[in-house]
């Protein structure tokens, strides 16, 4: 593995932290403010608009550096944006530093994707790329649940500060282990938008909204699931984030293993057994047992979507991916926005904390329809190279 992957994942470990973190801590943050939980999921709904949004902006200021720089800047605005987060005075000025950490997320993982796709062989970059987010996943399993353990013992603007000294040790790891690799001839912005002619490539990412975003539904409201419903006790919280972690670790060494072998059919079964189980998460959030096994199959189902999509996305961009790369990470987090307010809104209307997962049920179920319509277009009109991103590079000006 070249050591290169081993600094994106450093990277992809500060930045899962700060993500998911959130989620375990949201009736302390709502408590210290004085808001409801559904107000205090603003959190995440708002980290996530962040990286909708940041995806092609830090993107496209980028383009015209090397993509080492890019990536060391872009750690460097996470480090602010959680020290911001962690000496947060109102609700509204923590908000402004979820959205600050949040821009450098999209660029990071769409950008990294392509230079982990870079360093390793054509027939390996599904695997190079779930290497990078491996280090999202560990930190669902060490991170998170560490960051939800400070939070609760020693109050949660401790855990931002950790997650603040995370993001320098990633800042350092890429300094140190990634190559000092040029800017790519012909980057142009004209030329990277281009790939969006493709519907392929916005079928993609419309799966990668629903999908995923089916996954935040019920994880959003994990902890008053769990102690409201299922009866765990507010420091079992933990634990089952550490179990959620794992699914995830385990859904995406699948999901890289066999979308190099066959993509779609890995999509197809990822997709549609996470509907099935979110849709029977809503029963089995009454039992402490099912309520644990349930958390462990949404997070490995979930992100056993994560790198079939984005190697789709890369395949389907053809010769200019970083942009489309980059914008579907932002994919993912439009759907999780969307998913924690749809939530939100359930349980504001009485529904309950269950209520959540059949938001995610049908979200899923979504994006498999997604999946094989995607497939028959192609079968019907196999996608050729787009005469646009084939033909030179137009300089932008």
Do not use: C
Request: hydrophobic share 60%; aromatic share 8%.
């Amino acid at each position: 593995m070249p050591l290169a992957l081993l600094a994106l994942a450093i990277g992809a470990f500060g930045i899962g932290t700060t993500e998911f973190v959130v989620m375990g801590l949201l009736p302390e943050i709502a408590g210290d403010y004085g808001v409801s939980i559904p107000s205090a999921g603003l959190l995440v709904t708002g980290y996530a608009i962040g990286v909708v949004i940041g995806a092609p902006l830090m993107t496209v200021l980028g383009t015209r550096i090397s993509r080492k720089t890019m990536l060391m800047i872009l750690m460097g605005l996470f480090v602010v944006g959680n020290l911001l987060s962690a000496v947060a005075p109102t609700m509204g000025v923590m908000l402004v530093g979820r959205i600050v950490a949040s821009l450098a997320h999209g660029a990071f993982f769409g950008i990294g994707s392509v230079v982990a796709a870079e360093l390793v062989a054509p027939d390996k970059k599904a695997g190079a790329i779930a290497t990078m987010f491996t280090g999202l996943t560990i930190a669902n399993i060490v991170g998170v649940p560490l960051g939800t353990f400070i939070g609760q013992a020693a109050g949660w603007r401790v855990t931002f500060a950790v997650v603040a000294a995370l993001g320098v040790v990633g800042l350092l790891g890429i300094a140190k282990l990634v190559p000092a690799l040029p800017r790519p001839e012909g980057a142009h912005l004209r030329r990277e938008l281009r790939a969006f002619r493709n519907p392929q490539v916005l079928l993609a990412m419309a799966m990668t909204v629903l999908g995923f975003g089916g996954v935040f539904a019920a994880i959003t409201y994990i902890a008053p699931m769990m102690t409201n419903v299922a009866g765990y006790s507010d420091g079992a919280v933990t634990w089952l984030l550490v179990l959620f972690g794992v699914g995830m670790f385990l859904g995406n060494l699948l999901g890289g293993k066999f979308a190099d072998r066959r993509l779609m059919p890995m999509l197809y079964t990822s997709l549609g057994g996470l509907a099935v189980v979110l849709a029977l998460f809503t029963l089995t959030a009454h039992n402490k047992i099912l309520a644990a096994v349930s958390i462990l199959l949404v997070g490995a189902l979930g992100f056993a979507t994560v790198p079939p999509l984005q190697k789709r996305v890369l395949d389907q961009a053809h010769g200019a991916p970083t942009l489309a790369s980059a914008v579907n990470i932002g994919a993912f987090n439009l759907g999780n926005a969307l998913a924690a307010w749809l939530g939100g809104q359930v349980i504001a209307a009485g529904l309950g904390y269950t209520a959540p997962n059949w938001v995610g049920a049908l979200l899923a179920a979504a994006a498999l329809l997604l999946a094989v319509w995607s497939a028959v277009l192609e079968r019907r009109a196999p996608v050729r190279e787009d005469a646009a991103v084939t033909a030179a590079p137009v300089p932008v000006h």
